[in-house]
């Protein structure tokens, strides 16, 4: 079983994340490979990421937080970061078909895309403070242009919940369709897509990058102070307390 699964469907290519046993988090490998579709995805029209086995894709996997290596969150985290650099950077509109959870840095993959539909029975939101992590790849910042500051604080501080029409509202996502037509819709926006200029969309979208591109180096920072805090007793916590379904019992601050 391929970890991503990539088929072309008319004029799109959709991207498939398939580890539905992990609500397909990522490991460092399966992001890259989600990258290498994305970079191969010029011919297309328009690209869908969407995932299996009824979730959208629950971020980074938890496992390397709870027995983690400098080298091995190193690599987690820069192969994020190219996995979010690749959605922005590929000519094509990139949608995001979101049917149950995105959760963590699959929140953070819908702030990265250009459109987003979600079914609903989808639901949104940050994990990192609960987790002993933190958002630093769009939650952060990038966040705070589509649903403005507080609202993005919020999300990204509480780790609250949202249902798609709450994400509608806050403007997350574009549209929010039955579950039963979440596939047939998103292809609908891809015929959209198919009657435009593919030269003009792509400079309408390198041009809409410019908050995305302004944040870019803060991605790199936060990155590396999460790479300083690998290991420590908060992460190490909120980690098991998540792999092991009980609240966490975070250490006091000093």
């Known amino acids: 079983m391929a970890d991503v699964e990539v088929e072309r469907k008319g004029s799109s290519v959709w991207i498939r994340l398939n580890r539905p046993e992990r609500r397909n988090a990522y490991d460092g490998p399966m992001a890259h490979a989600i990258a290498d579709a994305l970079e191969a995805s010029s011919a297309a029209r328009s690209v869908v990421i969407t995932g299996s086995g009824g979730s959208f894709c629950a971020g980074g996997a938890l496992t390397d937080l709870a027995r983690p290596t400098v080298e091995t969150m190193r690599g987690l985290y820069r192969a994020s970061l190219r996995l979010f650099d690749a959605v922005r950077q590929c000519p094509r509109p990139v949608i995001a078909a979101v049917g149950g959870a995105a959760a963590g840095g699959g929140n953070e993959l819908v702030v990265a895309c250009d459109l987003a539909v979600a079914a609903r029975s989808a639901t949104f939101g940050q994990t990192g403070p609960r987790v002993g992590s933190a ?21 990204a501080m509480l780790c609250r919940r949202y249902t798609a029409e709450q994400a509608l509202t806050l403007g997350l996502v574009n549209e929010v369709v039955d579950d039963d037509r979440l596939e047939q819709r998103v292809g609908e926006v891809c015929a959209e897509i198919e009657a435009l200029s593919p030269r003009y969309l792509e400079i309408t979208k390198i041009s809409s990058n410019v908050w995305w591109n302004a944040a870019r180096d803060s991605f790199s920072t936060g990155l590396g102070m999460l ?3 690998v290991g420590s007793p908060d992460m190490i916590e909120g980690a098991n307390a998540f792999l092991e379904r009980r609240p966490p019992r975070f250490p006091d601050p000093a």
């Open 227 to 229: 790479v300083q805090a």
């Open 135 to 155: 958002p630093v790849t769009g939650a952060t910042n990038v966040l705070a242009t589509q649903i403005g500051e507080k609202r993005a604080k919020e999300m």
